[in-house]
């Protein structure tokens, strides 16, 4: 990577959070307490936070209590108003302090799922956190979106510039193209000018990076837009292409099998890899069993067809010379081209020595 990015003091490549000062389950109950008795059941059930951490729905709660959508939604915002209103809350500032200050240490603005999987061990303790961010108009929630995670922040102006910085990578990449971990974070860096350096480190990097639906990485660390088929790995036939591409040239495919296993610790069957490497047109047979990639130039058909692709591009040619030809494009003896070529029902011998197509 040509630019430097900084890592913060004691940092190894993870983000390991600092304890909280406070007992995150105390405080929820110091702040409920504040509420009605509906207010109280209302928000415990929206937000998991009883015996059972399972999140109710409104329509859920509703149907329980014999009330509409619309009455359990104005209950929990009364609710949450009568948290922030109160004396309990005011204690509390110190709480939602440090998690701004966590969020902030993340970059500011962080993916909704990976927040809250760092901030609680189980499911109990992330839905009180979830609760802690609702209840303080510090942090910003923003939904989910065609182009973005759900995400919070805790910074409206560096938010704004994080998405547009991300959308104007997003248009940098070609549908096709693949590049190194380091080229990405380069190109991203090249769009973070506005933002504070205090952030541009790897790991926000990358988190930042991962709010996009757009971009993405493959088990390679290669990167690109998410519909390359290069970053978009799903089966058999992704793993292959990959293993096939980074070996460079054609392979058996036993040994693609065998490579998917080393490079991606995934279960491959020998006969499951060649029934998908026949049906894909990524891939062409060049030789007995062994398969390279359409996109190295490599096109599909017999032997038979690569002498008449060649005849037909070249114009009449020597034995020697299409035997060339023809051993660039197929893994094969000379043997096999010459019987190909002397069917007389596909090529035809010229009086000066060359040949060509019927």
Known sequence: MKKVIKKRKGEKGTHTPVPFSFDSAVIVKRLLATTSERARDVLVRRFGLGVNPERETLEAIGDRFGITRERVRQIEAAGLDAIRASKAFKEARG????????????????PEETL?????????SSNRFRFFLMVDSAFFRERETNDFLARWHVDSATAKRIHDALSKLYLSLSDEEV?????LLDRFLDELKDVNDAY??????????SLSKHIGSNPLAQWGRTTTPAIRVKGVRDYAYLAVKRHGEPMHFSEVAKAIGTLFSKKAHIATTHNELIKDPRFVLVGRG?????????TPGVVRDVIRETL?????????????HVKKARFVKDNTILVNLNDSRYFKRLKDGRYAAV
């Open 290 to 298: 062994l398969y390279a990639l359409t996109e190295w130039g490599y």
């Open 200 to 209: 541009k480190n790897e790991e926000v990097l990358k988190r930042w990076l």
């Open 116 to 124: 809250l999987s760092t901030l609680g061990k189980d499911e109990k």
């Open 312 to 324: 037909e591009r070249e114009g009449p040619m020597k034995k020697d010379d299409i035997i060339k």
């Open 95 to 110: 709480v939602f302090e440090e998690l701004a200050d966590y969020i902030e240490s993340l970059g500011a603005i962080v």
């Open 179 to 183: 590049i190194s971990e380091g080229e």
